[in-house]
């Protein structure tokens, strides 16, 4: 089974400044989806970006963009010019290409914006 | 568009009892799904379907049922609730085999 990692279950950041989180996997296929859910404190599960394996450009969303590291097997999500209502847990997922009857989640990183 | 409907978002169960939750979407999802969310695991598959008439198990469905008669309903059974089964659950639905996953709104679940 595919193992989604992320090594940093809290993080803080001052308003306006950047932020990344961090996602490293472990998959032995070449073509999956990856990608980065928020959940405020209203417990709504929200996509926040995606990538496909595929391509190697990186996603962006506004202030949201992935540094995709398809060999390093790195999904790092990078938040720029954050703002209060970025305060929420971070997860991020995992989804084959071939088989997709699994999504794997890691274990969630807690985004603190510091006023 | 509703999206994925999950009820009830709050439930309180008495150890042995049973319960249903309940999950509907209106997206003409093939694949939906069932996760329950503890504090420091992140989201864990209970038991999936990827359509009418076809379920499998995930990483952990003892003490749950699930059916799928329809494309558009999938519930989750409790059989007989336990405390470990205190929980958030989270109905999930994507297109099969690409694409995000939609969400509900999420259930609390504690078992007393």
């Given at each position: 089974?595919?193992?989604v ?12 400044e950047t932020?990344t989180?961090s996602?490293t996997y ?7 989806y990856?990608?980065w859910?928020k ?5 709504q599960m ?13 996603a962006t969303?506004?202030?949201?963009s992935?540094?995709?590291q ?8 990078k938040?720029?010019?954050s703002?209060l209502?970025?305060?929420?847990m971070y997860?991020?997922?995992y989804?084959s290409?071939?088989?997709?009857n ?14 | 568009?509703?999206g994925?409907?999950?009820?009830p ?18 997206m003409?999802h093939?694949y939906m799904s069932w996760?329950?969310?503890d504090?420091?695991m992140g989201?864990?598959l209970?038991?999936?379907s990827?359509?009418?008439g076809i379920?499998?198990q995930g990483e ?9 008669s ?13 405390p470990s089964?205190t929980?958030v659950?989270?109905c999930?639905?994507?297109?099969r085999?690409?694409?995000?996953a939609?969400?509900?709104?999420g ?5 007393v």
């Amino acid at each position: 089974a595919q193992t989604v990692t992320q090594s940093q279950p809290e993080m803080s950041v001052q308003e306006a400044e950047t932020v990344t989180l961090s996602c490293t996997y472990d998959t032995s296929e070449s073509d999956y989806y990856l990608f980065w859910y928020k959940q405020p404190p209203s417990r709504q599960m929200i996509l926040v970006i995606r990538q496909e394996a595929y391509k190697q450009q990186n996603a962006t969303e506004n202030r949201f963009s992935v540094n995709f590291q398809k060999a390093a097997k790195s999904f790092s999500l990078k938040i720029s010019d954050s703002q209060l209502g970025d305060a929420a847990m971070y997860f991020c997922a995992y989804r084959s290409a071939l088989t997709g009857n699994q999504f794997y989640f890691g274990t969630g990183t807690s985004l603190t914006v510091i006023p | 568009n509703a999206g994925v409907t999950q009820t009830p978002k709050f439930q309180v169960l008495k150890t042995g009892q049973s319960m249903t939750l309940q999950c509907a979407q209106d997206m003409n999802h093939e694949y939906m799904s069932w996760y329950r969310q503890d504090p420091g695991m992140g989201l864990r598959l209970i038991h999936y379907s990827v359509g009418a008439g076809i379920t499998d198990q995930g990483e952990v469905p003892n003490g749950y049922n699930v059916s799928r008669s329809t494309t558009e309903d999938f519930p989750l059974r409790l059989l007989s609730a336990a405390p470990s089964q205190t929980s958030v659950y989270f109905c999930a639905s994507s297109y099969r085999s690409h694409g995000e996953a939609f969400f509900g709104q999420g259930t609390r679940l504690t078992v007393v």
